[in-house]
Every structure is written in structure tokens, then in C-alpha cells.
């Protein structure tokens, strides 16, 4: 029991490009810390700059700006007495590396350089980075003069090594190293690394967590040793929400775990460990076999000790981890959807200095749910306040237009979204009273400052005008027109609103004797932009959409978890309607409803989508794995004239995507053309070649269909594929 270390590792809600906040969220991570009594502490991947930098990491001032932070990180009081692992860009031989530097009293030990890049779905870490090929291999690395002023050092080691201390080795492993099916740690563990870092830029995910903390605990659980991971921890100015959860596992147990959403800008993890642990984990025969044959690491030796190094003393026995750990916690996916986004959409609302959001609010699930979550936010800050959080009262009482000297604290959510919050029904006589009343009630129920409109006199301008111009005037189908007269008058009302939402989201401030302006709220789902369901350049065009990124399925779920979660019993009237764009006229024989009008419903949505996207199948793959999967309730002729409905819309409208909102990354089948999913957006949408090959397998195969459909559904067969 004489080896106790107490290990930090945290989250940072760190930001691309403003180093000076960076800076200060840095240093109170290292003086938490050491509060907290660790001798190493562990920040998240490139967190100096923000990993959210893009093809600013090419510009030569962004490593000049990092080297200057480091500068001041390395002549500050809190980064003395500590062993700091730090994240930043740093050009070796006019190569950009993505690098650790590890720093103790004022002197660089190591810059390790990572090996292996994130390099697909939301990461194009290899546009701007080269990875370290000389596995166990260390260069000099002369350094620049604004560091040799404050270190004395004129060169240091760089490249694939690891940190012997007195008592214990760390080693060092870059987020996507984790991922690889050969892991640094394996090596490393073998040749004596006892401590792991992880300094990660890890985005949240519906359903992802479990991943990453099961591959550290089997990581430990096989190797041995302390597995520290730290990650960001908000949105650093794009799409994704890095969602924190920073912790320590310890031979394949988690023993101390962070938040996984947060309005925190720094939160600290700690544990106390005693090593003695991890080499008696390590006492086997076969571990010990392949160690003595393992290739060794160079260590840069500091003559430091993360122990006190009195063998028989001890530190604070409450601290020490022993006995049975607490379960690792995930949120279930609805609690995810309440909180991810919420998250995000207040750091963007702080940092963009904005006022507040708006919404077009339809009566609908969707616009419905983006509402629910604006709410959720709300109910954050309330919390947050509530326990006094400076950093988030300060930016609400801004962000409210309080004055300077107010004291206003934002402890009820309801109170705080009347000021910042700005819902509005934008009704046509195609919409219905139930729509208008559902809208009322839920702006009273979340508080948010609502408008109830009538914008029949815009409608009938335009269409008035069209008829002017051309002689002829368009008429909806039911009452005798064509499908594109039909389409181009519902289009009038959705861009007409887009338009109108702008105009009160510049203006409504200054109606309420405030400055500044709001921000648009969009509030398509991930099924409805995978689909092209939506018009251009309408409510979907806004300035940011929560719920892009979100399928349909699950935003049912976190309606009905927030009904009961948020005491919100007017819920249960958006379940129980029947999705519907009002855009056409209302008849005794006719209803405008989604899933009718796209011709699959969303389940089957879902299911294309993850498809498409998650298991890369193209039409003819998708076939063969449907005729598989809902053979038994559907022919493979009905399959087939499915798949086909699905890519010839899918490729029609992909066009959409190049103007598609910025959403929050959420799912795996984000139809996102922005870089998450990068495909053509002008296709031969009829894919002749692969529909005849899919007709010709339709025609062939025999039918085994035996159940109704939703017998199947019920039982697994969509749903397992949603899952």
C-alpha cells in the first residue's frame, strides 16, 4: 500500500481559436487538479487550439498562437509541482503533427506526435496532419525561441516514446489509437507503461458511449493499468457536440467517471490508486512471456515521483479507491436528445452573442420536439444557476439583455425562456384549429414568448401576382390541378415562411426594447432530409436545426419522455396526431399526411437510412438484405418496388442536402453533405442498371411471406435493424 497516485485527467469546453479562453480553462484544470492532490493531469486532444480549427491548422499563425499559450502554461504557478499532459498542433521539419507535450516544472519532457488519424465520418484529421510513422523512434526537436526564453531548452525529444518516472511509466495514446485494432497500449503495457493517457476530441453520438468505455476497460482489463481519458467537452464552433465524460478505469474497471453533457467549462476527475494494483494484475505467466519478448520504448526519464514515495504512509484513505465501484452510467437515447442538444444549442446561443431563438412552431412533432429541447436547455441554465455557476449566470443575465449591475439569476426555466425563446404559428386557411391550439399550449407550457399569425394575405399576394404576370392561376390538386400546380402553391407557404421567420427573428428584440437579433431554429429530422421531404429554402433553412441529425422514431420517444420528465402533459396531444405538413387543402376525403405523401413510413425510413449510410450497401445490396430481413411478411417483388421508391426519391432530392441547415450530429445515417456524408447531388435517380438487376431477382425469387407485417414489426424484424 505504498504506492498510492492520485491521477486527474477533465472535460473542457474549449473553443477553436480563442486561445486566451483556452488558456484560462487550461490553467483552472491544472490548479483543480492539484487542488484535488494529483501529480498528473490530462487534458483533451489538441486543447490549446481547439480541435475544431479545420484548415486553420495550415496557417502559420495558429502554431505561433499555441506555441505563445504553452509559453505562458509553462511559466505559470499552476502548472509547477504537476506532471501535465497538453494537446497542440506543432510543425516538426515543416510537417504538421497533432501533438502531446508533456510539461513538469517548467520544462518540455516529450512531444508525442500521433499515429494514427481519425480520418472518416465527421473527421478529415489527415487534410491537415501527418501521422507519425517511426513506431519507437525519437528525433530532436529544436524548439522555439519564445520557449527556449522560458525553458532554457534548445531541443527536445519528439516521436514515440514514453515518461519513467521514479516510481511508474506513462505512456501516451491519441484518441483514434484507441480505436485501431493495434493499439499503442498493447506494446506500450508490455514494455512496462503502467499509466495510459487518452486525450481525445470525441463527439457524441446516439448509443455511442458504450463503445469507448468498453474498449478502455477491455484495453485494461487485458493489459493492465491506469487508463486515463479526458475529452472536450461542447460545441467548438460547428456541428458537434463533444460530450465530456472523462474518467479512469483501472484494470478494466471504471473507477471514476465525468458528465457526459454539461454546461461546466471545466470539470475535474480524480481518483486515488495504488499502483501495487496494476503489477499484481500483470503477475501472469503468458503476460509475462510475451512482455520479456516485447520490443522496448525509449524513456525520457524525469526525476519526479507521482507518489508521495513513503512506503508507509498513506495519503487520504477516502480517496483511495477500493471495495465495489459504482456502475458506469449511460443515459438512455431520449435523455441523450434532451440533453446533447441542449447543450449545444446554449453554447452556440453564448457564443455567437445572439439573444435568443426562434421557431416557426407548427403544431407538429418536430418544430414540437426543437421547442421541448430549447426548453431542456432552460431548464440547464435554471440548474446551473441554481448552484451558482458564475460563467452561466453572467452569459443568461447577457444573453437576457439585463444590464451590467443586475442581479437577475435565471433559477426558473420558464421565466428564463419567455425572455429568450420566440415560438410562432404562422397559420394558413389550410391549417387546422387542433394544430393552432396544440402550438398555444405548448408555448404556455414552456413559457417561451408566442406569436399567433395569419399569413393568408402573403399567400394570395403571391399567387395573385403569378397570375398577373402569366394569365393563368395554379390551383391545388383537390381542386382540379396539376401535380405542379399543386406543388408550387405548397412551396409558396413554406418559403413564405422562412421569410417571415427571419423577419421576426431580426426584429423582435428591438419590438421587446432590446438590441440584437435571434437566431432561426429549423426543425426537419434526419428522415425527412435522407428523404428530400421537405421544401427548399423553407422553415428548413435556418441557422441551426437541433433535430436534423435525429430520426423520427427516436424523437417520439423523447417526446414521450420529456412529457413525463418535464411535467409537460400537452405531449401526449403531439403523439397522438398524425403527422401532416398542412400545406394542401383539408376535405371530407382527403388529409394531408407525411408517411402517405412520402410513400414509406418513417420505420422503414430508419431502416434505408442505416443502410445506406452505416452498412455502405447501395441499391442491389439493400435489396438482398431486406428480402432477408422482411421476408417474412413482405414479397420480394413488394420489397423491391420499396428499395427502388426509396433511392429514386433519395437521389432526386439530394440536391437538398447542399443547402441543408447545420445540424447537431447525432445519428450514424446523417444525410449531412456538409462532410459527414459526401456523395453526388446530381444522380441518374432511375439507376437503371441496378433496378433491372433487382427486378430480375424480384421476378426470380420465390415468396415466403407468412406473417402480417406488424406481426413482424412486433416481434423483431424492423426493429432489430433500427437497433
Same mark, same amino acid.
Request: aromatic share 10%; glycine share 6%; proline share 4%.
Given at each position: ?20 479562453g ?15 492532490g ?9 486543447e ?14 495558429t502554431?505561433l498562437?499555441? =506555441?505563445?499559450v ?26 504538421i503533427?497533432n501533438?502531446?507535450?508533456?510539461i ?15 480520418n472518416?465520418g465527421n473527421y478529415?484529421?489527415?487534410r491537415w496532419?501527418?501521422p507519425w510513422?517511426? $513506431?519507437?523512434?525519437?528525433?530532436d $526537436?529544436y524548439?522555439?525561441r519564445?520557449?527556449?526564453a522560458?525553458?532554457g ?8 516514446a ?9 505512456g ?10 493495434a493499439s499503442p497500449?498493447?506494446?506500450?503495457g ?7 493517457t ?6 457524441h ?7 469507448r468505455?468498453?474498449l478502455m476497460?477491455?484495453a485494461?482489463m487485458?493489459v493492465g ?7 472536450q ?19 478494466g474497471?471504471?473507477v471514476?467517471?465525468?458528465s ?6 471545466v470539470?475535474? #476527475? ?6 501495487e494494483?496494476?503489477?499484481a494484475?500483470r ?14 520504448y525509449?524513456r ?6 507521482l ?7 498513506i ?5 483511495? #479507491? ?7 452510467r449511460?443515459?438512455m437515447?431520449?435523455?441523450e436528445?434532451?440533453l446533447g442538444?441542449?447543450?449545444w ?12 431563438y426562434?421557431?416557426p ?10 421547442s ?16 451558482g455557476d458564475?460563467q ?6 447577457r ?10 439569476t ?11 425563446f $420566440? ?9 387546422s384549429?387542433e ?5 398555444k ?11 399567433d399569425l ?7 399576394a ?8 402569366t394569365?393563368?392561376?395554379p390551383?391545388?390538386?383537390?381542386h382540379g390541378?396539376?401535380?405542379a400546380e399543386n406543388?408550387?402553391l ?8 422562412m ?12 419590438v421587446?426594447g ?5 437566431l432561426?431554429?429549423g ?8 428523404r428530400?421531404?421537405?421544401t427548399k429554402?423553407?422553415?428548413?433553412s435556418a441557422d ?5 441529425a435525429i ?8 417526446i414521450?419522455y420529456a ?17 401532416t405538413?398542412?400545406? !394542401?387543402?383539408?376535405? !371530407?376525403?382527403y ?5 402517405a ?6 420505420? !422503414? ?17 439493400m435489396?438482398?438484405k ?5 421476408g ?23 440536391h437538398?442536402?447542399t443547402?441543408?441547415?447545420?445540424s ?6 446523417s ?7 459526401l456523395?453526388p ?6 439507376f437503371? =442498371? ?10 426470380r425469387?420465390p415468396?415466403?411471406?407468412t ?13 432489430e435493424?433500427?437497433e
Amino acid at each position: 500500500m505504498g504506492h498510492l497516485i492520485t491521477v486527474a485527467t477533465c472535460s473542457l469546453n474549449q473553443w477553436a481559436l480563442d486561445f486566451e479562453g483556452n488558456l484560462q480553462r487550461i490553467l483552472e484544470s491544472i490548479r483543480i487538479a492539484k487542488e484535488q492532490g494529483a501529480t498528473l493531469r490530462v487534458g483533451p486532444e489538441l486543447e490549446i487550439t481547439g480541435y475544431g480549427c479545420m484548415d486553420h491548422f495550415l496557417e502559420g499563425d495558429t502554431g505561433l498562437h499555441a =506555441w505563445e499559450v504553452l509559453a505562458d502554461i509553462l511559466k505559470s504557478d499552476e502548472a509547477k509541482g504537476i506532471v501535465c499532459d497538453i494537446g497542440m498542433p506543432i510543425t516538426h521539419k515543416n510537417v504538421i503533427y497533432n501533438c502531446r507535450v508533456v510539461i513538469h516544472n517548467g520544462k518540455i519532457l516529450l512531444i508525442r506526435p500521433k499515429m494514427w488519424m481519425a480520418n472518416d465520418g465527421n473527421y478529415r484529421e489527415l487534410r491537415w496532419f501527418t501521422p507519425w510513422a517511426k $513506431h519507437r523512434q525519437v528525433e530532436d $526537436h529544436y524548439l522555439p525561441r519564445l520557449i527556449h526564453a522560458v525553458t532554457g531548452q534548445t531541443k527536445v525529444p519528439f516521436g514515440d516514446a514514453v515518461i519513467s518516472t521514479v516510481d511508474t511509466c506513462i505512456g501516451v495514446e491519441l484518441c483514434e489509437e484507441l480505436f485501431t485494432p493495434a493499439s499503442p497500449h498493447i506494446l506500450m503495457g508490455l514494455d512496462g507503461v503502467e499509466i495510459f493517457t487518452n486525450s481525445s476530441g470525441s463527439h457524441h453520438e446516439l448509443r455511442k458511449l458504450y463503445r469507448r468505455v468498453e474498449l478502455m476497460k477491455e484495453a485494461t482489463m487485458k493489459v493492465g493499468g491506469i487508463y486515463l481519458y479526458a475529452n472536450q467537452q461542447g460545441c467548438d464552433g460547428d456541428r458537434l457536440y463533444y460530450d465530456g465524460c472523462a474518467m479512469i478505469v483501472v484494470n478494466g474497471r471504471v473507477v471514476a467517471q465525468g458528465s457526459q453533457f454539461s454546461l461546466r467549462d471545466v470539470e475535474v #476527475v480524480t481518483a486515488t490508486i495504488d499502483i501495487e494494483d496494476v503489477r499484481a494484475h500483470r503477475a501472469t505467466s503468458s503476460r509475462s512471456n510475451q512482455a520479456a519478448e516485447a520490443e522496448r520504448y525509449q524513456r525520457i526519464e524525469v526525476d519526479f515521483s507521482l507518489s508521495d514515495g513513503l512506503a508507509d504512509e498513506i495519503k487520504d484513505f477516502s480517496e483511495l #479507491v477500493v471495495g465495489k465501484l459504482a456502475e458506469v452510467r449511460y443515459h438512455m437515447p431520449e435523455e441523450e436528445i434532451a440533453l446533447g442538444p441542449a447543450c449545444w444549442l446554449w453554447d452556440y446561443l453564448r457564443r455567437s452573442r445572439t439573444q435568443g431563438y426562434f421557431i416557426p412552431l407548427s403544431g407538429g412533432i418536430d418544430s414540437c420536439a426543437t421547442s421541448v429541447i430549447v426548453y431542456s436547455m432552460c431548464r440547464l441554465v435554471a440548474e446551473s444557476a441554481r448552484n451558482g455557476d458564475k460563467q452561466v449566470i453572467a452569459d443568461a443575465r447577457r444573453i437576457a439583455g439585463e444590464p451590467e449591475d443586475s442581479d437577475y439569476t435565471p433559477v426558473d426555466p420558464r421565466d428564463f425562456a419567455n425572455r429568450i425563446f $420566440h415560438t410562432c404559428y404562422m397559420g394558413t386557411e389550410n391549417s387546422s384549429p387542433e394544430t393552432r391550439k396544440r402550438a398555444k399550449d405548448l408555448a404556455n407550457a414552456i413559457g417561451s414568448y408566442h406569436i399567433d399569425l395569419n399569413m393568408d394575405t402573403l399567400v394570395t399576394a403571391i399567387r395573385d401576382l403569378f397570375a398577373y404576370v402569366t394569365g393563368v392561376k395554379p390551383r391545388f390538386r383537390v381542386h382540379g390541378g396539376t401535380a405542379a400546380e399543386n406543388l408550387a402553391l405548397q412551396n409558396i407557404q413554406a418559403r413564405l415562411r422562412m421569410v417571415i421567420a427571419y423577419l421576426f427573428a431580426q426584429l423582435m428584440p428591438w419590438v421587446r426594447g432590446r438590441q440584437g437579433g435571434l437566431l432561426v431554429l429549423g426543425s426537419a429530422n434526419v428522415d425527412e432530409s435522407l428523404r428530400g421531404y421537405f421544401t427548399k429554402y423553407d422553415c428548413s433553412s435556418a441557422d441551426v436545426n437541433p433535430i436534423g441529425a435525429i430520426s423520427k422514431t427516436d424523437l417520439k420517444k423523447f417526446i414521450a419522455y420529456a412529457r413525463d420528465a418535464f411535467d409537460l402533459p400537452v405531449l401526449t396531444e403531439f403523439l397522438e396526431a398524425v403527422p401532416t405538413a398542412e400545406l !394542401e387543402p383539408i376535405t !371530407e376525403t382527403y388529409v394531408q399526411a407525411d408517411e402517405a405523401d412520402m410513400g414509406m413510413t418513417y420505420d !422503414e425510413l430508419s431502416v434505408f437510412g442505416r443502410l445506406r449510410k452505416v452498412e455502405k450497401c447501395g441499391p442491389w445490396s439493400m435489396f438482398t438484405k431486406l428480402c432477408h430481413e422482411w421476408g417474412s411478411f413482405l414479397s420480394p417483388q413488394q420489397i423491391a418496388e420499396k428499395v427502388k421508391h426509396f433511392f429514386f426519391e433519395y437521389a432526386r432530392n439530394r440536391h437538398k442536402m447542399t443547402t441543408l441547415t447545420p445540424s447537431y450530429h447525432a445519428e450514424q445515417y446523417s444525410p449531412d453533405d456538409n462532410r459527414f456524408d459526401l456523395r453526388p447531388f446530381l444522380y441518374p435517380s432511375r439507376f437503371p =442498371w441496378q433496378f433491372k438487376k433487382i427486378d430480375a431477382a424480384a421476378a426470380r425469387w420465390p415468396d415466403r411471406s407468412t406473417v402480417r407485417a406488424q406481426e413482424a414489426h412486433d416481434k423483431h424484424a424492423i426493429q432489430e435493424n433500427k437497433e
